[in-house]
Structures are given as C-alpha cells and as structure tokens.
C-alpha cells in the first residue's frame, strides 16, 4: 500500500475528483467504441503505426485541439476564479496549479503541436515531395510529443500538478518550495515532448534543402515553407537549451544537485537565463508558422501575389537570428544596471522593424487586389489589427524603465495573449479552415466559420483589453484572488465575459467540424479557392503519394502559372512510385518512454531501467532491421487519379 | 459591418481606458521615479497609437477599396513586383520610430536607477527590505529598528531599499513611487526613490512566489521628517528587541500583520552584500560554505 501513497494527489478537490471520473469514463467509451465498430486494426494499420506526413499532421492537430480544450478550461477557471474579488472557487495552491498546466499545455502541447502539424500537412505537399526526408523519425517525433502530453496531463489526478507557473523559476520549482512530484511531471514531459520536436526540426530543415520539386530555388519556395525553413533552423538552435537546462533541474530535484539553488554556488539566475534563452526564440518558433499562414491565405483571397517576398524572407530570416539576442527583456528587473538593460532594450524594439515590415507587405498585398471575405481571410484581417495592437505594446515593454511598472502585472499578460491569440491561434485556424478540403476533401462551413471567428475576436477583445488597464493599476498577475478595494473586480468581470465568449467560439469551431463532416458536399473539385501555391496542384483530398508525377516548377505560385500563364506543371509521364513502410516501432518507443517518464517522476528505479532497457531494445531493432519501402504500381496510381480527378490523370 | 465592429470596438477601448485613467496606480506617481515611468509609458502609448492608426487605417482603406464586391467581374488583380521607394519607407520610418524610443529607454532606465535629481546631495536612508514566505521584513540600521509588512520613510529624502529573499524570487514593488526590482537569496539589489507627498502606498511581492502570494502585500507610507523622527523615537521606548528566535520564527512559511522591533535582524543575519553574498561572487570563501550544506534554507544567512 506504501508503494501507491505517492500517487495520491496532494491537494483533492472535488473538482480533480470529478475530471478523474470524466477520464475514465471518457476512456471506457473509446474502448468499448472502438471494439464495438470493430476499428481497433483499423486504428492500428492506418493512424497508429503510420509515416504519412499528411496523417502525422492531421494527428497533431487533432491532439492540438484537444489541448486547446484542456488548456482552455483551465483558462476559463481562472477567469472565473478572478471574475469577482475574494472568490473562493478555487484555492491558492489549486489556481497555481491550474495556471501553471494552463501556460505548459497552451505553449508546449496546443500550439506547439499545431504549427508542427500545420507544417507536417503543408510543407511536402508545397514543395512537391511524396513525404518528408525521414518518416520514420517523423512519427517517433509525434509519438514523443504525444507522450510528453500525455504524462502531463496524468499529473492532476496522479501525484498533482505543477505549481510554479509555466516558467517555473527556481528555487521556487526547487524541492524546498516544491515538494510534491508535479514540477518532475514538468521537467519529464517537456524533455519528453522536446526530443521530439528537436528531430522534427532536424527532419524539416532536412526536407526543405533537399526534397524540393525540380525548379524550386530557395527564393522560389512558398512563404510558407520559408517560414517553416526558419522555423526549424530556431528550433534546432534553440532546443538543446531548454534539454539541457531541464536535465540540470531534474538533477537539482531528484539528485541533490545545486545548479539552480541560491546555496552552495548554485545560481538561481541561471534557470531564469536558461529558460529564457530557449524561451525567446521559442516564441518566434511560434509566430514565423503563423506568418507563413497569414502569407499563403493573404495573397490567395486579395487574388494577388505576395507582396515584397524577397523582404518578408529577409525579414524572417532577421527576426530569427535577433531572436537570439533579446532573452533578458523577461527579466529587465533582475538588477543588472541600466547599461545591459538598455542594450537589451534597443535589441527588443529593433525586432519590430522585420516584423512591421511584414505588417506592411500584407496590406500591400491587398493592394489593388480583389479581396474574397472568406473565413481565413476574415482571421487573417482580423490579425492585423489586433497583433499590431500586441506588437506595440511589446514595444512598450521593451522601454526597460516602463518595463520595471509592467512587469510581473496583468499588462504583460495581455500583451503576450495579445500576440499569441490573433498570432498563433488566428493563423491556426485560419490555415485550418484554408488546408481543410486538401486533408478531408470537404469544406468547412463558412457561415458557422464566421460566427466562431467574431465569437473570439470579440471575446478575445473583451477578455484581454481591460488586463491592460488592470496591470496599470497595480494587479500583479497569477494572484489567486484580490480584495474588493482594489478595484479590480469590474474588469476582471468584463475578462470572464469574454473568456465565456471565447469558449462558445471553439464550440462553434468543434461543432463546424461535425456540421461540415454531416452536410458538406464532397465535390469541391482540386482548387476551392482559387488557390496559387504548388500544394493546390494536388487532388482533394490528397492521395497517399502526393503527387502522381514530380511537379516542375518555375516560381513561388507554381500552380497559379499553371493556371494562368500555361505553365505545364506536370511534363512526365506517370511511374510506379516507391513510398515508406509503416511501422508500429515509433509507437512502441514512445510507449517505453511514457514508463521511463512516469517511473523517472516518481523515481521508480526499477520501472526507469526496464523502460530504458526497452528504449535501447528499440533503437537496436531498428539498427538491424531492413525495410526496403514498397511500390506503388503504375496501374493503382492511374485508378486513384481517375477517381480524385487528379491534375495528371491525362498522361 | 464588420467596418462599423471595429470602429466600435476600437471606441469601446479608448473609453474604457480613459474612463479608466484618473486612478490608475502607475500614472498616478507620487515621486521623480514614478513620474518618469508614468510620462515615458505616456509617451509611448501616443507613439504606439500613432502606428496602430495608421495600419487600422491602411487596413480599412484597403479593405473598403479592393474588395471583390466593389469590383468588376473580370477584374484580374496585377502582378506587382514591389517598389524600391516605397519598401525603403517601411523600413525607414520604423527605424526612426524605434530609435527614438530606444534613446528615451536607455536615458530613463539611467534616471530610473539613480538617485533622482535634485536629491544627490543628501544622504540617502538605508532601509534593507527583505522577503521570507510570504511577508516583507523592513529593516533600518541607522535608525535600529525592524518593522515587517510596512514601511515608514521621511518625503523628500531619498530612500534607498537593499532587497533580497528569504526564499523564492520576489519582486518589491510600489507603484506609484517606482517601478519594481527582484529580491533574490544570495545578492543584494537596489531601488533609488524618493516620495514627494505624504502618504499610504501599495506596496507587494509582484513575482509568484506560491501559495500565500496573492496577500504578500505592504503598505508604505511617506510622512514628513519630523513625523519621521517621531515615529522612530516612539519604537524605541515601546517596542520589544528583535532577537534571532523571534526572527527565526517570523521567517516560517505564513503571514503575518504588521510587527515593530527595535534592533535589526542584521546584526545575526547580515544581508547577502559584501562578504555575506553569495559565494559565486567570492570564489576564496568556498570552503565555509561547502561545509554548512546541509542545513536548511532559512538557516542559510544566519551565520
């Protein structure tokens, strides 16, 4: 009995008793669902042990979503927690741990897995490839992240959650002030998830250099490939920071080391310039995706091209490398004097010029265009308006002295949702909505589409504005309650109101997907929206192989020449085409890893061995194994293209 | 429509925020410090405006002009290629923007974190703040006494706050006299400020530090010097000693009200400054240290 005490959770409340029994449930369903419609092989053959590219991605958005919806339940416990002064719905330490899983899941586990997915769908398919350069590891990435989400989301019914906010400072998150087993939950389900983002920033940069279509040169890629390019090249460099520091933080916790304590030369302004070093960049991982989309969607619905493209990739290329170079700007009031403050400020505000540049190149876009109000579009338009808003107040942030009011306060709270909501999120689902037909073969309804996207913007506007003035007016952000004097408690009310809007707006984007899966029709032809980019040159949906033929290309807008300008995309004749083999070793792996974590959390020896034995029984298996890939013959390919109507099906 | 959303919703904001102005801690400041954060985020807000217009205002030009229900069926837009001059604009107007805010950053920062001016000449009051989970501990070793969870000082005087943690990284903060600064375990940081009127301020632990952070609060008061000196003469006929235990007992996990001693908690527990700071600071004084590694964290400054 001794054994289990360790996974009782430190602070029960009916509320965790009844998600427990929300998960089960939800669990049993899946099971006896699955067995019941006999989908369990299908499940297996087709999603579980798979290395398309089209279907990794589709998985990550699914769990993305699904993390959106945990994360945004914890979100609006919090608003409503702070909704009205000296509310007792939640206790200190149950509000710490919600908006600690809040931040991790949002960040780490939602949009995280949302730009990897978006680029997993994307990318092969706009650079004319049949996949990426290594699927196997693609799917071990997936899985990985998978895990680190899961082992996560396990804490609060198993041990407890973390409490030390998502960016968990030491010596806070140091077992003095931290003893329950929630911030090795922290430490393990990132490093978990972030090994698999690492090779996904591998296997990217990998696929982008060397996969492209024949005539595709660099400065002829999509902007969105671009930006994915960017993307993992920060990812590559940025990573191996956040690994290392959160091994160095499971050794101060679970071996008594002292890296990041404030005894015994240990140095708790490390964690904080560690964190930050991976944190900064890792903000611009999210964003350059989001400007991708925001790039593809613009110039498709304004009928134009994309204005300034050799700016925007000189742009990008700049926000990624001062990426690098503005980590302190989070901590401006450490007590470092005024001159590295002040270097780091001038550093912080130069960022907005790439970045303004690229606000400027969108609406040039739209110049002389004809502009089509699509849903994507709509989320498009409205991002420009409501990101220019959070840019500028970054750069207020920026101004170190100003910074040392803003700080720690509900006014850099609302900045930073402020750039991540109609940054990330906007761009999420406007390039949802876009890449829908090419994933489902049916369009999302635009009418529901449009209630969801007002539903947000609007409750986006109500629930972050007024934490502007809040945080001018002194609230600090992550207290749990605040007394009525303060004068808090209207806004507050005005924040919960949106959040409530909010959540009616992801309803409206859930229900969208059953409503469309019901009755949209399912002829949408290869190009519903009259498209430019080379990813539209395919059939909807789009076949296992991508493209029956190798594409030739002679510009970013390949299928917009072919089109408009007679451009013959597809000058070959079709062959059997050689494609990986599935494989159930990625899943597998992971399963191993999930032991490793979750002994490792709990500091089960035992179980961390056998799951490290197992880990290594995998890597060897796949060393000796031999997996040639197979063929698809010439004769299926012109049967799936006949029957998608595909772009070739004339050779 | 979606024209007159905007509008409103951007109506809806600025009165929001202007209704909202008048007691809004942060530009409302009650000293030189504070009042240069509050004209510098002014300053910026008109700046920052000035830009959100302008692209609100591009966008909606756009937006009303080339729609496709203003324009002909056949209309196929142009392939434009881009215009050097006008991308030099964007580029430079920008950079213009951003330097002139730079250069206010790094000027203010240097004010902000000096004595403000006009006051160099006089010695500053030394007032040592220090935090343990989850109350401030003020200490003032000129006057020899020891309040905690709230802070007498003279107006007109500069003060100048040593702060650091019994614990968790926090944040010493009072808004409408200057802007905040960490308070860590092992080094002293410093806040310059003075208060130009007498009064009650909110002052608080603004950095997370756990559970009982949302009521690390303390109130900081300004009165006039003779007020001060008054005050400070009343603790020494009626308050008790500080002693280590009586210390060692307030630094336990809780809170507190507010507490006055005579004596300060510096004589036994120096601050983490000059010798007492930590030791990655000092490489020669490795050894003491190594040795007292298993005694327990609020022990750690007590020898």
Not at chain 1, 35 to 41: E, R
Not at chain 1, 163 to 184: C, H, K, M, Q, R
Request: glycine content about 8%.
């Amino acid at each position: 009995m001794e054994f289990f005490e360790r996974f009782a959770i430190p602070n029960a409340s009916p509320l965790i008793y009844a998600s427990m029994v929300a998960i089960g449930l939800t669990v049993v369903a899946i099971v006896i669902g699955l067995t019941y419609f006999k989908k369990w092989g299908y499940l297996w053959k087709e999603w579980l042990t798979t290395v398309d590219h089209k279907r990794i991605g589709i998985m990550y958005i699914i769990s993305a979503l699904l993390m959106l919806f945990r994360g945004g339940v914890d979100a609006v416990m919090m608003r409503l927690q702070t909704a009205v002064p000296d509310n007792s719905f939640l206790d200190a330490q149950h509000y710490n741990e919600v908006f600690t899983t809040h931040g991790v899941v949002m960040i780490m586990f939602m949009a995280m897995a949302f730009i990897i997915g978006m680029m997993n769908f994307v990318v092969p398919l706009q650079i004319g490839a049949r996949d990426v350069a290594f699927p196997r590891l693609n799917a071990i990435s997936f899985w990985l992240y998978f895990t680190g989400a899961m082992l996560f989301n396990i804490s609060f019914v198993i041990g407890g959650s973390p409490d030390a906010g998502w960016t968990n400072y030491f010596p806070l998150a140091g077992t003095d002030f931290s003893e329950t087993v929630g911030i090795n939950y922290y430490m393990w389900a990132l490093q978990i998830s972030g090994i698999g983002t690492l090779m996904t920033g591998i296997n990217f940069i990998v696929t982008i250099i060397k996969m492209r279509a024949p005539g595709m040169k660099l400065m002829k890629m999509p902007m969105f490939t671009w930006a994915s390019l960017i993307t993992n090249a920060i990812i590559v460099f940025a990573f191996p920071v956040l690994t290392i520091a959160l091994l160095m933080g499971t050794f101060d916790r679970q071996f008594g080391t002292h890296f990041f304590a404030s005894t015994n030369g240990g140095m708790d302004m490390l964690w904080a310039n560690l964190f930050w070093v991976w944190g900064h960049p890792e903000v611009y991982i999210l964003i350059l995706p989001a400007f991708g989309v925001y790039s593809e969607v613009i110039s498709t619905f304004s009928g134009r091209n994309l204005y300034g493209y050799k700016s925007m990739v000189a742009s990008m290329v700049l926000i990624s490398f001062m990426s690098f170079l503005v980590w302190v700007h989070h901590f401006f009031t450490m007590g470092h004097g005024a001159l590295v403050n002040g270097i780091f400020s001038i550093t912080t505000m130069a960022i907005a010029v790439p970045t303004g540049i690229k606000i400027f190149n969108w609406l040039l876009t739209m110049w002389k265009g004809k502009i089509r109000f699509t849903v994507p579009m709509l989320y498009s338009v409205g991002f420009i308006p409501l990101f220019t808003i959070g840019g500028v107040t970054g750069v207020m942030l920026a101004i170190a002295s100003a910074d040392y009011q803003y700080h720690n306060t509900m006014f850099l709270v609302a900045h930073f949702h402020n750039v991540i909501i109609p940054g990330v999120v906007f761009a999420m689902l406007a390039g949802l909505t876009y890449w829908w037909p090419k994933m489902f073969g049916f369009m999302l309804n635009e009418r529901i589409g449009k209630w969801g996207f007002w539903f947000l913007s609007i409750g986006f506007c109500l629930a972050f504005f007024p934490m502007y003035i809040t945080g001018l007016d002194g609230q600090a952000r992550r207290m749990y309650t605040y007394s009525a004097e303060t004068g808090f408690g209207p806004l507050n009310m005005v924040s919960f109101i949106g959040a409530g809007l909010m959540a009616i707006a992801f309803i409206l984007i859930v229900y969208n997907v059953y409503y469309s899966f019901r009755h949209s029709p399912r002829n949408v032809g290869q190009d519903p929206w009259n498209a430019r980019s080379l990813e539209w040159a395919t059939p909807n949906p789009v076949p296992h192989y991508n493209f029956a033929v190798d594409p030739v290309v002679n510009s970013s807008e390949a299928f917009w020449d072919a089109k408009k300008n007679g451009h013959v995309l597809f000058p070959e004749k079709i062959k059997k085409i050689h494609m990986p083999n599935n494989s159930g070793l990625p899943i597998i792996l992971a399963g191993f890893f999930f032991i490793f974590g979750f002994s490792f959390v709990f500091s089960i020896w035992v179980g961390v061995i056998i799951a490290a034995l197992g880990i290594i029984g995998c890597l060897a298996y796949r060393s000796f194994e031999k997996d040639p890939g197979h063929y698809i013959s010439r004769e299926e390919i012109l049967e799936t293209e006949k029957k998608l109507g595909g772009a070739s099906n004339e050779n | 429509m979606r024209f007159k959303w905007i509008v409103f919703s951007s109506l809806l904001l600025l009165t929001t925020i202007l209704a909202g102005c008048e007691p809004l801690l942060v530009l409302n400041p009650k000293g030189p410090q504070a009042e240069t954060t509050a004209s510098v985020i002014w300053i910026s807000i008109i700046t920052m405006a000035f830009i959100v217009i302008i692209v609100i205002t591009l966008l909606i030009i756009m937006l009303v002009k080339y729609r496709a229900s203003k324009q002909p069926d056949d209309y196929e837009p142009p392939h434009i290629k881009g215009n050097p001059i006008l991308e030099a604009i964007i580029v430079i107007v920008p950079v213009l923007i951003v330097t002139f805010l730079s250069i206010m950053s790094v000027k203010s920062t240097y004010e902000v974190e000096s004595v403000p001016d006009g006051y160099e000449d006089q010695d500053p009051l030394i007032i040592y703040a220090s935090s343990s989970n989850w109350k401030w501990h003020f200490s003032y070793p000129e006057q020899d006494v020891e309040t905690v969870n709230y802070v007498f000082f003279p107006t007109n005087r500069p003060v100048e706050f040593r702060l650091y943690s019994y614990g968790p990284i926090t944040s010493f903060w009072i808004p409408q006299l200057a802007g905040q600064k960490y308070a860590m375990a092992d080094m002293i940081t410093k806040i310059n400020l003075v208060a130009e009127s007498p009064g009650d301020y909110m002052g608080r632990n603004a950095n997370f530090s756990g559970k009982g952070f949302a009521e690390n609060t303390f109130t900081a008061t300004a009165l006039s010097p003779d007020e001060f000196d008054k005050w400070v003469g009343e603790i020494h006929s009626t308050a008790e000693p500080l002693t280590e235990d009586e210390f060692n007992k307030l630094l336990e996990p809780g809170h507190l009200g507010k507490m006055t001693f005579t004596g300060t908690h510096l004589s036994f527990a120096p601050a983490p400054e000059g010798e007492n700071a930590g030791h990655h600071h000092h490489m020669e004084s490795d050894q003491d240290h190594s040795m007292e590694s298993d005694q327990d964290h609020s022990e750690h400054s007590s020898h």
